[in-house]
Structures are given as C-alpha cells and as structure tokens.
T-cell receptor, first 111, second 117 residues
C-alpha cells in the first residue's frame, strides 16, 4: 500500500516563498503529482515528477528524490489566491487512476 | 471544451437509502475514476473504469458499485447508506489507462456532495 505524510497546515506571507514537504512509503511507484484544491472545489493538477530532480513551472516547482521517498512543492512570490490545500499524490506502478492522495497541507497566505 | 461534469452537485439522503451519482468525462477520455473525500482528508480511491471494465477497486464495501457506459460516462451507486458515507464524491477522467505521465493526469469534476442524515 501507500503511506503519505505532509504537514497539516502552513502559513506564509504574501510575496514570500514556501516549501511544502511530502514523504511517502510505497509498494509501487510510478510518479508523484501535486494538486491544488481550493475550499469547496475540485483538485486541480499542478505538477508531476517521475524522475529525481526539480521540475519548474512558473511560480511553482516540485522536487523528487525516489531513494528518500521525498518530494516538495515550492511556491514563489506567494499571492493571496494561493491560499488552498496542496495534495501530494503517488501513482502506483501502472495506473494513474488508482492514485493515493495525502490528506493535504492547508496553506494560508497572509497580507 | 466541457470539463468533467458531475450530477447532482448536492444531495441529502437518509440512512438505508440508495444513491446514484453520475459523471461525464472530458471528451476523448476513456478512463474514469471515483474518489471519496471526507472533510479534512485527501480523496480516497474507490473505483477505476476503462473501456467499460473495472480496472481497480479501493478498500470500500460491496455497498459501493459502479459502471461505465459505451459513451465512457459513469455511475457510482451506494446502497444502504450509512452516516459515514457523507462526503464529497469526486469523479476524475484521464485520457487512457496505464502509466501515469504529465499527459495522463487526472482531471477532476466539481464533485457531488452527499449528506446522509
């Protein structure tokens, strides 16, 4: 099975940088996703890592270390609209549709 | 293009009743997955269907069932509802079944919020 750990809550200031960490233990791994979920809305895709290293996408970057079972999501130049839950998601060997989600990190951005 | 659409958006049922939730995937997507999200937790995998066949099932009781139609839309049925079934039920579609990639990500609908009294 899969076990995913991420902090429950984080707070940061508008314009700052925040790093949300995720550790996972898995019996099968074929990719790690990060999703953003605003309160009352559906999760939306942010980033995907399958190989070790950093993937950059505008203000968002995601890092993966498969040997350590570790990932982080880096958000730069924080905006108020970045206040949301950030979900770390692991996909098993073969199937994106059977993804395992962490419980999410609720980020609050303050002025 | 329309995204993933789900209906109904909200519904209230009483214990013991049955409910059917519906999902239409993005045009061209052949894989549909269902997730249950309880307040304060991440989504939990219930089912995946591809080409009308069940391709995966999460740790949910037999009261939960689903099917996929020839047009790739899907229904999730829950029988003998319990208070603990109260949750947001999310449907997600992806282009195909198989190895995840940056192109084969899950796209979620807005969900159906079920309240069981």
């Amino acid at each position: 099975g899969q076990n995913i750990d991420q902090p429950t809550e984080m707070t940061a200031t508008e314009g700052a940088i925040v790093q949300i960490n995720c550790t996972y233990q898995t019996s099968g791994f074929n990719g790690l996703f990060w999703y953003q979920q605003h309160a009352g809305e559906a999760p939306t895709f942010l980033s995907y890592n399958v190989l070790d290293g950093l993937e950059e996408k505008g203000r968002f970057s995601s890092f993966l270390s498969r040997s350590k079972g570790y990932s982080y999501l880096l958000l730069k130049e924080l905006q108020m609209k970045d206040s949301a839950s950030y979900l770390c998601v692991v996909s098993p060997n073969t199937n994106a549709g059977k993804s395992t989600f962490g419980d999410g990190t609720t980020l609050t951005v303050k002025p | 293009d329309a995204g993933v659409t789900q209906s109904p958006t909200h519904l209230i049922k009483t214990r013991g009743q049955q409910v059917t939730l519906r999902c239409s995937p993005i045009s061209g997507h052949k894989s549909v997955s269902w997730y249950q999200q309880v307040l304060g937790q991440g989504p939990q995998f219930i089912f995946q269907y591809y080409e009308k066949e069940e391709r995966g099932r999460g740790n949910f009781p037999d009261r939960f069932s689903a099917r996929q139609f020839p047009n790739y839309s899907s229904e999730l049925n829950v029988n003998a509802l319990l208070l603990g079934d109260s949750a947001l039920y999310l449907c997600a579609s992806s282009p195909r079944y198989g190895t995840p990639s940056g192109a084969n990500v899950l796209t979620f609908g807005a969900g159906s919020r079920l309240t069981v009294l």
